[in-house]
């Protein structure tokens, strides 16, 4: 490796490691915002607010899946850079084995934020359908 391949492989493990840091950042302020909003739920008790609180539980989710996504990406692709530079015994090579090599079947972190938002939407969802079934039912009363 050149001196110029290995400062390139330097700014790419740098941008890497900053987004693996920032999709770890990203999680934990998911969980935190999820927590406020179970707080927020058990603090109130109308259908109007909870089915507020089931609206913005499907917001965060979203944008917190595509902020996720988005870092995954970049991450991956800062990973196949490296792994042209440090062919075949980097820590690289290794990391790109695991994703696109013979291992590929494992779960993954991915598939683990993709459960646990479809989780939470599928349960807001349900919350709000459940709530719009008792409004249709109880003749359209707002406050429970």
Not at 56 to 82: H, K, M, P, Y
Not at 101 to 112: E, I, M, R, S
Not at 124 to 143: E, H, K, Q
């Amino acid at each position: 490796m050149s001196i110029e391949d290995e400062r390139l492989y330097e700014e790419i493990s740098r941008a890497w490691h900053r987004f693996v840091v920032w999709r770890e950042k990203i999680f934990a302020g998911y969980l935190t915002v999820l927590a406020a909003l179970a707080i927020g739920f058990s603090q109130y008790t109308s259908i109007p607010v909870r089915a507020l609180i089931f609206l913005g539980a499907i917001l965060v989710s979203v944008v917190f899946w595509i902020f996720d996504f988005r870092s995954g990406q970049l991450a991956n692709a800062c990973q196949v850079a490296g792994d042209r530079l440090d062919r075949p015994k980097g820590c690289y090579a290794e990391l790109n084995q695991l994703r696109y090599g013979q291992k590929k079947n494992a779960p993954t972190y991915g598939l683990a934020v993709n459960l646990m938002v479809a989780g939470v939407v599928g349960a807001s969802v349900g919350g709000i359908a459940t709530y719009i079934l008792r409004w249709f039912y109880d003749g359209f009363s707002l406050w429970v």
